[in-house]
């Protein structure tokens, strides 16, 4: 029986007027942008429809923003009768992770958002930093370059040859520079407002941990795969894991294949863009991936799934 895992996109997939042709058409996707901006205290639906780029790249709105047009697309799928056997999400996308899998509903997951977003923000305003996607090195080289150079850490295991490194500036910069020299196809800085999954924004988990332990997190309808741990994990370790998640590296490429060894043969990626899609085909050619990201491929995949 084929498996199927609904994987939640994080930070820099999204586009201006993201979600609207699927909220007008489906009721259940608009209730989420409707009680998801009252949940946040945040015009979300505005922000999503209506704002330009410009408003959208910053964290604090982008966040709540990718979330809740992640979920609105999770309830029109689900509107339609497909459900997934797991979930995984790339960094905040584990919080429309847990929203889909109904560990927490789609307000809370958008409210969770939107303090985590601003303890980004902030933190990064204090603690500025770097992020760098290192292309075309096996992952055991980036990692040593980060162990040889001070205050720059691996942060997001995206694919095999993509890995994203984190710290302060000058040592990002080095570290690219060292990754060229051993052979890396490129070095590209990435256009992001702090060193995230690094331990220069501790600060902002201690913002953001009054707000999840608030929270109470049900047992959850589908796996979920922590791309902190790459492993299925249960509600009780949720909120420490999203916590860590701040500070940490992503693990997407091992989730990914954690996945794959459990059964999974299709991907369907849930919110803007189609990043994890590109990034599914580089880990493995043979698993089938889909896009939902507007209404007409909400409707192919309700034919392609139904």
Same mark, same amino acid.
């Given at each position: $029986?084929?498996?199927? +895992?609904?994987?939640? @996109? *994080?930070?820099?997939?999204?586009?201006? /007027?993201?979600?609207?042709? &699927?909220? %007008?058409?489906?009721?259940?996707?608009?209730?989420?942008?409707?009680?998801?901006?009252?949940?946040?205290?945040?015009?979300?639906?505005?922000?999503?429809?209506?704002?330009?780029?410009?408003?959208?790249?910053?964290?604090?709105?982008?966040?709540?923003?990718?979330?809740?047009?992640?979920?609105?697309?999770?309830?029109?799928?689900?509107?339609?009768?497909?459900?997934?056997?797991?979930?995984?999400?790339?960094?905040?996308?584990?919080?429309?992770?847990?929203?889909?899998?109904?560990?927490?509903?789609?307000?809370?997951?958008?409210?969770?958002?939107?303090?985590?977003?601003?303890? $980004?923000?902030?933190? +990064?305003?204090?603690? @500025? *930093?770097?992020?760098?996607?290192?292309? /075309?090195?096996?992952?055991? &080289?980036? %990692?040593?370059?980060?162990?040889?150079?001070?205050?720059?850490?691996?942060?997001?295991?995206?694919?095999?040859?993509?890995?994203?490194?984190?710290?302060?500036?000058?040592?990002?910069?080095?570290?690219?520079?060292?990754?060229?020299?051993?052979?890396?196809?490129?070095?590209?800085?990435?256009?992001?407002?702090?060193?995230?999954?690094?331990?220069?924004?501790?600060?902002?988990?201690?913002?953001?941990?009054?707000?999840?332990?608030?929270?109470?997190?049900?047992?959850?309808?589908?796996?979920?795969?922590?791309?902190?741990?790459?492993?299925?994990?249960?509600?009780?370790?949720?909120?420490?894991?999203?916590?860590?998640?701040?500070? *940490?590296?992503?693990?997407?490429?091992?989730?990914?294949?954690?996945?794959?060894?459990?059964?999974?043969?299709?991907?369907?990626?849930?919110?803007?863009?189609?990043?994890?899609?590109?990034?599914?085909?580089?880990?493995?050619?043979?698993?089938?991936?889909?896009?939902?990201?507007?209404?007409?491929?909400?409707?192919?995949?309700?034919?392609?799934?139904?």
């Amino acid at each position: $029986m084929t498996k199927i +895992a609904f994987m939640f @996109p *994080g930070q820099g997939s999204f586009e201006a /007027g993201m979600g609207r042709d &699927v909220a %007008e058409a489906v009721p259940e996707a608009m209730r989420v942008y409707d009680e998801g901006s009252a949940a946040a205290g945040l015009d979300v639906k505005r922000l999503c429809f209506e704002a330009p780029v410009e408003e959208l790249v910053q964290t604090e709105v982008q966040q709540p923003a990718l979330v809740a047009t992640s979920l609105a697309f999770d309830a029109a799928l689900r509107a339609r009768g497909i459900r997934p056997d797991f979930v995984v999400g790339h960094s905040v996308g584990e919080f429309a992770a847990l929203g889909s899998a109904d560990s927490i509903s789609a307000s809370e997951a958008i409210a969770l958002v939107r303090e985590r977003g601003l303890a $980004m923000a902030q933190t +990064a305003r204090e603690n @500025p *930093g770097s992020m760098a996607a290192i292309l /075309g090195l096996a992952d055991e &080289v980036v %990692e040593a370059l980060c162990k040889k150079i001070a205050n720059v850490w691996p942060a997001n295991y995206n694919c095999p040859g993509q890995l994203v490194i984190s710290g302060e500036t000058p040592s990002v910069d080095e570290c690219c520079t060292e990754a060229e020299r051993e052979g890396a196809r490129r070095a590209i800085r990435l256009r992001v407002s702090g060193a995230f999954h690094s331990p220069l924004v501790a600060r902002a988990a201690d913002r953001l941990r009054p707000a999840i332990d608030r929270i109470h997190f049900r047992d959850p309808r589908a796996g979920f795969m922590s791309t902190v741990t790459a492993k299925v994990e249960e509600a009780q370790r949720y909120r420490e894991l999203l916590i860590e998640q701040l500070t *940490g590296p992503v693990k997407f490429t091992q989730a990914a294949g954690e996945l794959i060894q459990q059964g999974v043969t299709t991907f369907v990626e849930v919110g803007p863009g189609n990043v994890l899609s590109g990034l599914l085909k580089r880990i493995d050619r043979s698993v089938r991936t889909i896009s939902v990201n507007d209404l007409k491929s909400l409707d192919e995949a309700t034919e392609a799934l139904g």
